[in-house]
């Protein structure tokens, strides 16, 4: 028997399936490009406003152990042996920071002031519910008053990674934390928080917007910002139109804001030129400039 395709009872249920299908197709594309297009979002100027031009002084890693190359650690080697020369024998500009007992904290080394804290609500803990996307957390900017400070941004890609303390470790895809987690950002000046594992996340789902994003796409299409994770100390991209994880639509991210100190050289007949943070509250509303001061 002949069956013609369209007029007997099997070929337009083929049709209609087939009809069916390809409109589910079109409407998933559509609610896809709705998707990315409604959380693309506006590219900030990722300009540092740190002492200097678009620069600051370098800080060190913290790095104070030493290594064998089997990667074993090792007492600090001395001069002239094959291992002598390592991170930890060349500090450069050590880590230092102050607490200003008001919500900030202050980098003596780069002169840039921070958050203190990733737990925006004030609740006491670090979670879900201080996570924002990039878009939000782009445009709550205006409302932080930290300190008493208005002038906060998100930082830039190095900015953020200047916080980077190398004697940090991965805790890589542990279902929990140990005993004693180290991340990798100085935890004695700065209160950290894992990934909520309440909703899914892993713990070292713990990154850091920036206002640093990739000048093309990733997956073709995406546009993607690049975090920083003091979970296991890397830098990663993050698109910020469709969520990471797929109960989630949008991916969420924690939120540190800086904010530029004012940088005073003080230089000294008998010693050497200083620089001195000076902090400027936001009831002041006065620039100052200085370049040099001569004390005696």
């Known amino acids: 028997m002949k069956i013609t395709l369209g007029k007997s009872k099997v070929g337009k249920l ?10 589910l197709l079109i409407l998933f594309v559509g609610l896809v490009v709705a998707v990315y297009e409604s959380r693309t979002v506006s590219v900030p100027a990722s300009t540092s406003t740190a002492p200097g031009i678009n620069t600051y002084r370098v800080v060190g890693t913290g790095q104070e152990t030493f290594w064998d190359a089997q990667g ?89 990674y200047s916080l980077i303390n190398f004697n940090g470790v991965d805790i890589g895809l542990a279902a929990e934390l140990p005993t004693s987690p180290k991340p990798y950002i100085d935890t004695k000046y700065f209160e950290f928080g894992y990934g909520d594992l309440t909703i899914g996340d892993r713990l070292i789902d713990a990154h850091i917007v920036t206002s640093t994003f990739y000048s093309g796409k990733v997956y073709k299409y995406l546009q993607t910002m690049f975090g920083v994770n003091f979970a296991d100390g890397r830098i990663k991209g993050y698109p910020t139109a469709i969520g990471m994880k797929e109960s989630r639509l949008q991916s969420s991210i924690y939120i540190m804001f800086v904010e530029p100190r004012i ?5 000294l007949r008998t010693t050497r030129t200083v620089q001195l943070p000076i902090r400027q509250p936001l009831s002041c509303g006065v620039k100052v400039t200085v370049s040099k001061v001569w004390i005696g």
């Open 14 to 23: 083929l049709l209609r399936v087939l009809a069916g299908f390809l409109t």
């Open 263 to 267: 940088m005073v050289s003080i230089t």
């Open 72 to 160: 074993n650690e090792i007492s600090q080697p001395e001069v002239g042996s094959l291992l002598f020369g390592q991170n930890a024998q060349n500090p450069g500009n050590r880590p230092s920071y102050k607490d200003n007992g008001d919500g900030t904290v202050t980098d003596l080394v780069s002169g840039l002031q921070w958050t203190k804290s990733l737990d925006l609500n004030g609740d006491g803990k670090i979670n879900v519910s201080d996570q924002m996307s990039v878009g939000k957390a782009l445009e709550s900017v205006s409302n932080v008053t930290v300190g008493g400070y208005s002038n906060w941004r998100i930082p830039t890609l190095k900015e953020a």
